[in-house]
């Protein structure tokens, strides 16, 4: 039996200035902002941008073509998708965007398919954002809904 073994790695990522990394973690081909910290076991791929001051929590995964605003929180095991299924087939000519703004909390557990997520947003733990999310509000649940008006500005 043959095994292909990959060690973790960190691979042609652009960092700012003073970011902490705490291993193992996988980043390759990213741009990592300035005071960010990213927490163990996190992989964040090629074409991703993380913005300055940004925390991301363990056992997070964040896939290719993602932005992540400034001053946001990323709960652990976040795990972001960057392709969808149409007519029960997973389409895989390209992959799709994801946008989040800035001062953006996402709870721990939750799920983002591409989508656009606006500044001032709270994401309640476990979520599954499969739709757009407004600036300024809060939701929760799976499929995630507008709990509120986020009062925080």
Known sequence: MKINKKKTQIKKVKFGKNVTIVEPVNLYECEIGDNCFIGPFVEIQKNAIIGKNTRIQSHSFICENVKIGKNCFVGHGV?????KFYNNKILK????????????????????????????VTLGAGSVITKN?????????????????????
Not at 79 to 83: E, G
Not at 105 to 117: A, D, E, H, R, Y
Not at 137 to 150: D, F, M, R
């Open 93 to 120: 000519k390209s992959y799709l965007s994801t946008y989040v703004g800035d001062n953006v909390l996402i709870g721990s557990g939750s799920t983002i398919l591409p989508v656009k997520i606006e500044k001032n």
């Open 79 to 83: 795990n972001f998708t960057n392709d």
């Open 133 to 153: 999310c407004k600036s300024n509000k809060i939701y929760i649940g799976n499929p995630a809904k507008l709990l509120k008006k986020n009062d925080k500005k």
